[in-house]
């Protein structure tokens, strides 16, 4: 397993950024073009509450399912180096403000399990990785900001301590499979016994160290971060890195991987392990200069 740890820059890796005199004409064509949307549209909404978390190195343990010896075994645990700070959504996106962006028509309605009693102070659920991506591309037209789903990376960044560690807690050099049953039993246990179904309303679950409100509640957050299943030789070097995009990665108090349309995970399409209680979603602001056409872009089918 030393073989996957290493230290790097989450900002760096996140997206493959080309040459700046690149950029630069692209921007100018798209502001030509009209690619590039220079103002709200319709009358500007408020900016949601945020926290502005500033640069540091922290502990990460990466996604995905690992096996070595045809078992499964942890993921490594990382030092990650946050150079620039990360502005998110205090709260999680909540059933209110969803709602404006299904009567606006630019989003499909929410399926909850349970229908909140007061709208705007409780979250979202029932939302599917499309629908959260709706959203995004909504509120950043009607605030002229940009918003943007996190990556799993920048959750931990911004959870702190709050953020899961899902290892095992077996030695990852064990092949006695009743060990791993057993670690993997209880892990499992533990998340169904500690269930409490009802979303509840904003601030019930307290803050992290960051200010980053209701993480790890009962609603587990949508992340960018596609599932992976990478296999490992006995030197722990990776032999195959496979990555499924129709898959993401929800995270609360445990990770899920779930399929991009399921709004109710308790209904099937959970890729692996417990269902989460519920699934909502929370937004990274993008202030990037080249933001907006690197959204655009995303949005007309191109990955970057």
């Not at 995004?136 to 709050?162: C, H, K, M, N």
């Amino acid at each position: 397993m030393a073989a996957l740890s290493e230290k790097r820059d989450a900002t760096s890796l996140s997206l493959a950024i080309p040459s700046v005199l690149f950029l630069l004409l692209a921007g100018l064509l798209a502001k030509q073009t009209g690619l590039v949307f220079d103002a709200p549209v319709g009358t500007p909404l408020d900016e949601p509450p945020i926290v502005v978390i500033a640069p540091r190195d922290f502990s990460y343990r990466v996604a995905g399912e690992f096996f070595k010896n045809g078992y499964a075994v942890d993921g490594p645990m990382m030092t990650v180096r946050m150079s620039v700070p990360l502005t998110i959504m205090k709260y999680q996106v909540t059933a209110a403000d969803y709602a404006r962006c299904v009567t606006a028509g630019a989003c499909p309605p929410a399926e909850p399990e349970h229908v909140p009693a007061d709208p705007a102070l409780t979250p979202a659920t029932g939302v599917s990785f499309d629908d959260a991506e709706a959203y995004a591309a909504w509120i950043s037209r009607s605030t002229g900001a940009v918003w943007v789903l996190p990556t799993d990376e920048q959750l931990a960044f911004a959870a702190g301590s709050r953020f899961p560690d899902d290892a095992l807690g077996v030695d990852s050099d064990t092949s006695n499979p009743a060990l791993r049953w057993l670690a993997d039993y209880r892990r499992e246990t533990a998340r169904k016994a500690s269930r409490e179904p009802k979303p509840q309303s904003l601030g019930h679950f307290g803050e992290s160290e960051t200010g980053l409100s209701d993480f790890a509640g009962n609603v587990w957050e949508w992340t960018t971060t596609c599932s992976r299943r990478v296999t490992l030789d006995r030197s722990g070097s990776v032999i195959s890195d496979a990555a499924s995009c129709g898959i993401y990665i929800a995270t609360g108090k445990h990770r899920a991987a779930l399929s991009s349309f399921v709004r109710n995970p308790k209904g099937g399409g959970c890729a692996v392990g417990a269902p989460p209680d519920n699934v909502g979603f929370r937004l990274v602001k993008d202030s990037r200069w080249y933001a907006p056409l690197l959204q655009t872009l995303r949005a007309k089918g191109l990955s970057i």
